[in-house]
């Protein structure tokens, strides 16, 4: 395996596993098996909660996700490259977006002790 599908199999699994744990368009898929509104919460017993953790915790998920494209690149490198180029981009795109966010509303800034003694 080439570092490249390596690197894009890695953000992939990352954006994959944040979508379907926390975003709003997916929480019909974790409502079965979570109690809470925002589909955060899983159910207390059974079957119920082993499936509502997995699908609540992203690092959870994760290895499932990981392992499921790392086969599919075994089997059908191609059209698993194009995957998760497409979900790969998406990754790096949230990250762009939260760096752009922090730049936009900025780093709250120390004082200097000169500064703080003005004062």
Same mark, same amino acid.
């Given at each position: 395996? &080439?570092?490249?599908? @390596?690197? @894009?199999?890695?953000?992939?699994? =990352?954006?994959?596993?944040? @979508?379907?744990?926390?975003?709003?368009?997916? !929480?019909?898929?974790?409502? *079965?098996?979570?109690?809470?509104? %925002? #589909?955060?919460?899983?159910? *207390?017993? +059974?079957? $119920?909660?082993? @499936?509502?953790?997995?699908?609540?915790?992203? =690092?959870?998920? $994760?290895?499932?996700?990981?392992? $499921?494209? #790392? +086969? !599919?690149?075994?089997? /059908?490198?191609?059209?698993? &490259?194009?995957?998760?180029?497409?979900? $790969?981009? =998406? /990754?790096?795109?949230?990250?762009?977006? !939260?760096?752009?966010?922090?730049?936009? %509303?900025?780093?709250?800034?120390?004082?200097?002790?000169?500064? %703080?003694?003005?004062?």
């Amino acid at each position: 395996m &080439r570092f490249t599908d @390596l690197a @894009l199999i890695a953000l992939s699994t =990352y954006k994959l596993s944040r @979508l379907i744990t926390k975003e709003d368009v997916t !929480a019909f898929v974790r409502a *079965p098996v979570t109690d809470d509104p %925002e #589909a955060q919460q899983p159910k *207390p017993h +059974g079957m $119920g909660r082993v @499936l509502g953790e997995l699908v609540t915790c992203p =690092y959870c998920i $994760g290895l499932w996700i990981s392992s $499921g494209l #790392a +086969g !599919a690149h075994v089997v /059908a490198p191609r059209e698993t &490259r194009f995957f998760t180029t497409i979900f $790969g981009s =998406y /990754a790096v795109s949230d990250f762009l977006h !939260a760096g752009f966010v922090r730049l936009k %509303e900025g780093t709250p800034r120390t004082p200097t002790p000169r500064e %703080e003694g003005a004062a």
